[in-house]
């Protein structure tokens, strides 16, 4: 269930007004992506007080007039942390703890998965919902396959 206004996690209560809902409409959309609470609370937390830190006075008073969250549409909301990934490929690479999953020029994967074939199902999940592709390499780093989604959108 998407967190709201009225009812969010705890360790959100603290925040600045526009800190917790830009929390909570990141949080929200990164549980969308398949993150888990645990992971997407601390991300969306760090994020939201970075967007404040950067938005001016008027971006700030703008978005608080804005609807909860939860009442804008998912489109409009999945994406709004980061606009520019939402264009990007999906890369299924090696990582240390096994199979990475990451928006091409995200800094951090996603998600990281023991199997890579779960990083595969992952990664096409997330590109085909964006109508972009999703790109596999090779344990050496080398590119394997791509999966176009392109013309699903």
């Given at each position: 269930?998407?967190?709201?206004?009225n009812?969010?996690?705890?360790?959100?209560?603290?925040?600045?007004?526009?800190?917790?809902?830009k929390?909570?409409?990141?949080?929200?959309a990164?549980?969308?992506?398949?993150?888990?609470?645990?992971?997407?609370?601390?991300?969306?937390?760090?994020?939201?007080k970075?967007?404040?830190?950067?938005a001016?006075?008027?971006?700030i008073?703008?978005f608080?007039?804005?609807?909860?969250?939860?009442?804008?549409?998912?489109?409009?909301k999945?994406?709004?942390?980061r606009?520019?990934?939402?264009?990007?490929?999906?890369?299924?690479?090696?990582?240390?703890?096994?199979?990475?999953?990451?928006?091409?020029?995200?800094?951090?994967?996603a998600?990281?998965?023991?199997k890579?074939?779960?990083?595969?199902?992952?990664?096409?999940?997330?590109?085909?919902?964006?109508?972009?592709?999703?790109?596999?390499?090779?344990?050496d780093?080398s590119?394997?396959?791509?999966?176009?989604?392109s013309?699903?959108?």
């Amino acid at each position: 269930m998407p967190w709201t206004m009225n009812d969010y996690p705890s360790s959100l209560k603290n925040l600045d007004k526009p800190v917790r809902k830009k929390a909570i409409d990141i949080a929200n959309a990164m549980l969308d992506d398949g993150y888990d609470e645990g992971r997407a609370i601390p991300i969306a937390t760090e994020q939201a007080k970075e967007w404040q830190k950067n938005a001016s006075q008027k971006e700030i008073r703008d978005f608080l007039e804005e609807g909860d969250p939860t009442e804008r549409s998912e489109k409009d909301k999945r994406y709004e942390s980061r606009p520019e990934l939402m264009e990007k490929a999906e890369l299924v690479e090696p990582h240390d703890d096994g199979w990475a999953v990451r928006s091409r020029d995200a800094k951090k994967p996603a998600n990281v998965y023991d199997k890579k074939a779960d990083a595969i199902k992952r990664a096409k999940d997330i590109a085909e919902k964006q109508g972009t592709e999703a790109v596999i390499f090779k344990k050496d780093g080398s590119e394997e396959t791509r999966h176009s989604f392109s013309e699903n959108k």
